[in-house]
Nanobody
C-alpha cells in the first residue's frame, strides 16, 4: 500500500482544514487507518484512527470534538476534518495503514505503511 497525504497549509487559529490520504492498492478497505502528527522537536503522536469499515473511530483527547476522521473505501481515501484549529495543532501530519483492520490502535509501531506527511501551520 502506498499512501499520499495532502491538504495541509497555513490557516488562522479557529479555522478549518481537511486532510486527505489517498491509497493505492485493492486492499485499502481491509486496513485500519490512522493519522499521526509530529511537531518540531517532539515525538510523533497519535491523532485519530478508524477501522476498516469505518464503524470504529478513536481520537486523542487533544483533538476530540474538533477533528473527525472518515473514510471512503470506494475512493481509497481517508480524511481528517480539522475544525477550531489551534496553534498547538501545528505539525506535519502523517497517515498510516494498519493491516489489523478491525482494531483501532494508537501506537505508531503497530502501523505497517506510512504516507509522506503534509504540513499544517496554524497561526495565532
Amino acid at each position: 500500500v502506498q499512501l499520499q497525504a495532502s491538504g495541509g497549509g497555513l490557516v488562522q487559529a479557529g479555522g478549518s482544514l481537511r486532510l486527505s490520504c489517498a491509497a493505492s492498492g485493492r486492499t485499502f478497505s481491509s486496513y485500519a487507518m490512522g493519522w499521526f502528527r509530529q511537531a518540531p522537536g517532539k515525538e510523533r503522536e497519535f491523532v485519530a484512527a478508524i477501522s476498516w469499515s469505518g464503524g470504529s473511530t478513536y481520537y486523542a483527547d487533544s483533538v476530540k470534538g474538533r477533528f473527525t476522521i472518515s473514510r471512503d473505501n470506494a475512493k481509497n481515501t481517508v480524511y481528517l476534518q480539522m475544525n477550531s484549529l489551534k496553534p498547538e495543532d501545528t505539525a506535519v501530519y502523517y497517515c498510516a495503514a494498519d493491516q489489523s483492520g478491525w482494531v483501532v490502535r494508537t501506537t505508531p509501531e503497530t502501523y505497517d505503511y506510512w504516507g509522506q506527511g503534509t504540513l499544517v501551520t496554524v497561526s495565532s
